[in-house]
Structures are given as C-alpha cells and as structure tokens.
C-alpha cells in the first residue's frame, strides 16, 4: 500500500503539487492523467524520493518499485541483453531464460543489438521487459503507451491487467484517456496543481470526457472536483 498526504513540491517559488493526498492499493490499477506541467511526472519523482517535497509518502516496508520514465535512460554501447542483465544484477537477480523468452516472445526485441539502434518504442518495450522480470510490487510507468506500435499497445493492456490479478500495484499516466478509462480501477486528475478522483465502475469514455474538460483549469482556474460513478 502506498499512502500520500498533503504532498507539496514546488521548484524555486513555482507550486508543482499542492496538498495531494492519494491512497494506492495492491491489485489495483491507478490511472493519472493531466495536462502538460501538471505535475504527472514529479508525483512520481516523489515518490521515488527523487525530489525532495513536503508532506508524507508512506509505502509497505521493503516494497520493490519499478520505475519505467518518459524517456528511459541507457549506457552507450550495451546491448539489449546487457542492460536486463545489469538491472536484474543490481537487485541481485539472476536472468530467469524462460520467463525471458515467454516476455519477449512478445515484445520480439533483438536484444542481442546495441539499444542505441532501437527505436523509442523498442526501449520503451525492453524496460517494460526488464522490470517484468524483476518482479516488483508497484509499477510507476509514465506514459507506457506513447511510442507504441499496435501490437506492443495490445499485449502491454494485457499485461497492466495481469499484474493487478497479481496482486501488484500499478499506477501509470497518459492523456489517451480511452486506455485509462479501458483497464484503469481508478483515475487521479491532476489539476490546477490539486487532485481529483473517479471510480471506473460503469464509466464511459464520453462521459468521463465531458466531466474532465468541465474541471480542466482552463475552464476555471480554482476548480477541484470529486468525481464518482455508479
């Protein structure tokens, strides 16, 4: 479980997050969504005590994280391989070939080639593969679906949902809001700096659409709504 309250951060005199306070649970699926600067990729940052912030992040003890960015850093000059191989190292892991093979038999990446040669879609992949393998608890993915090709698309939705009948807990942005609204539990709209939640029980696209350009801080700058569905 992963317990957020009253969460600020703020770079020099500019708010990021103002009082955001979220609960996380395991087995669950967690959407995030928001526009441009509203604070999607700090929250995560905080989480990861990447930045510092004011207030409480509270998780399980010796929770493991998994942690897939924007745009994911790699050495230069290390193959597909090597870089599963010093990550799964770094958590003192050893490659399991046949979990190996069954995930790349679906995300087919030469990981015998330099990542420098792979696409942005194929690193995106090969990090997704490479925290798969280390078996986390809680999966922060910062917009998994941007880069991805049709079938990479397909089989990460169907992943995302495994990993909830596992127990796991996955929180993960986007601003496609159909695959939020798709595999998602819950949906925490960043906004104004503030958050606001929802419920996917008997949500439809078109009208969560409707309800999140009505709170959007371009309609009002002050606006905070709770959002519920039945």
Known sequence: MLEIKDLCKKYDKLPVLRG?????????????????????TTLFRCILSLETYGGTICHTE???VGYLSVAPFFYPLITGMEYIEFCL??????????????LNGLFHLPLERYVDEYSSGMKKKLVLLTLLLQ?????????????????????LKQIIGQLREKGKTVI???????????ICDCIHYLHTRDVSSGSMKGCRYRRLKKIFSRISPRAHPDCKSELSYS
């Open 135 to 155: 078996d986390n608890d809680m999966y922060l993915l910062d917009e998994p679906f941007n880069g991805m090709d049709l079938s990479g698309f397909i089989h």
């Open 62 to 64: 010796d929770i493991r």
């Open 89 to 102: 190292k770094a958590r003192r892991l050893s490659p399991d070939k046949a979990a190996l093979a069954s």
């Open 172 to 182: 993960f942005s986007s601003h496609l809001l159909p695959s939020l609204t798709e």
């Open 20 to 40: 955001i306070t979220l609960n996380y649970l395991p087995g669950k699926i967690h959407g995030l969504v928001g526009e441009n600067g509203a604070g999607k």
